[in-house]
């Protein structure tokens, strides 16, 4: 068993140290990259300190920071995507440091792919090429309306 407390084990730090050219959006709080899967418009965004666990840990600056960030990266996947919705999703069964992800939902997913079923069918709309473009604007404009290390 891995200790979900540690840093040394933790999912979401491993994540943090590998993704420094990946990254898509910064604040002293929160940092943004592209969801693991390369889904087009897929993004995962984590708290900076490893020892908020779930949403109940996290501080009320990383609570207002959280949901406007969740707001101005949903904007930002629906205009780089056709994005008609954007799914935000947290669970904190694997990692105990407090991540979420935002998922865009395209017009071109198929109805029995909408809604909870998206997460398991991410592989099948998985486009490497595409989801880095993607999150190359998403970066830029994200950059361009929150300043280059957000608010
Ligand atoms: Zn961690």
Redesign the pocket.
Known sequence: MTDPTS?AT?A??DV?ARVDADVVHRTSLFTVAPATVKVPGWFLLWTNR?DAAGLWDVSDAEAEEFGRLVRDLSRAARACTDAERTYVITFGEH?L?FHAMVLARTRDMPPASRGPALLSRGPDFADEERAAAVAAQVRELLGRTRGQRGS
Do not use: E, Q
């Open positions: 840093t933790c979401i730090c943090a490893h990692a440091h």
